[in-house]
């Protein structure tokens, strides 16, 4: 109620600038880990409780568009970074036009995404990734940040339940056999703005996404899980929807966050947010198909890791490349965070009590 009352939708110029240049920038630090679609999603939601925001990205994709500009030009992966900057821009849908377009001809062009090539591009003209997101960041008018977990070069390697070793973030995707551990194929160290992001944050989200290849590569990485442990910062566990073939096959909530405290100590985290809601028979009875189901809520006692499990339903069903997909309504996650968390609720009372 709060935040319809002050949105600059409902206002007009007073309520914009109180919103924007007072509530928004004295709102609490925010950081969110992760990569793919489900860190951009939440990101999509949580700007509008907060200015002050660290998306912190996984770089380590090694399929499509930005797999092959990282063979060929040597460069860290955009994809993941480049829906993140939309998410966070101030026009998402203007720019989602140019920066989400693929090329469709022209030799060694199709396929590519053209955000894709322009961060690629930026990035040898003036030296660095993150100077190139820092760059690109300006032009879309980003609200909070968008930075790399690393800068090192690095892939994902899995050691899978039948002793095969996969290397890469997109051919451990494919696998369909359950992964029995994931590391990374060369040491990589954190990116200090991302380690003082992390230890400056108010509040720490750690998810939704693909538990190994999105959230649990950003702990593989040295420096962000001990950051994570020893910040102040409240945090809170963002469950996923749907189990994903191979990689999280017949997993219960339960087995995700067992998965993720062998990479970081979840005794610190406080809150566990959870989905209630089921999609639609028969878009679930597609998702079977592909050997994907409704993440089980098993959270009881031990099996939470002491942390408060908020439940809540999250989903909707949006229409991607042309087939109906379960995914986190974003703002109804982002008014869950809102509520749920001491930090943000804090906040806002500050500013409307009295």
Known sequence: AILRAVS?????????????????????????????TGLSTLLRGIKSYTANLTAVVTVMDSGGSSGRLRM?????????????????AADEARMARFMQYRFRSGEGLIGHSLGNILLAGMEQAVGGFDRAVEEASHFL?????????????????AELADGRRVVGEAEIAATPVPIRRLGLTQPARAYPVAVEAISRADLILLGPGS???????????????????????????IMNLMTEPGETGGFTASDHLKALSEHVNLRRFHTVVVNTALPPAEILARYRDEGSEPVVDD??????????????????????????TVKHDPQKLARVLAREARVLRRSWTRWFSG
Request: with cysteine; hydrophobic share 45%; glycine share 12%.
């Open 299 to 324: 959270l009881r006692g031990v099996k939470a890791f002491g942390m408060r499990v908020v439940r809540a339903p999250l989903l909707e069903i949006v229409e991607i490349e042309g087939k109906r």
């Open 8 to 36: 600059p939708r409902q206002g007009g110029s007073v309520a914009e600038a109180l919103y924007q240049g007072r509530i928004l920038r004295a709102a609490p630090h925010i950081v969110a880990l992760g990569g793919g």
């Open 211 to 237: 538990l190994y290849t999105s959230i649990i590569s950003n702990l593989l990485v040295a420096g962000i899980a001990d950051a994570i442990v020893q910040s102040p910062a409240e945090k809170i566990i």
């Open 72 to 88: 060929g030009l040597d460069v860290l992966p955009p994809g993941d970074v480049r829906n993140c900057l939309l998410a966070l």
């Open 141 to 157: 008018s980003v609200r909070g940040k968008v930075v790399p977990t690393t800068l090192d070069r690095t892939d994902l390697v």
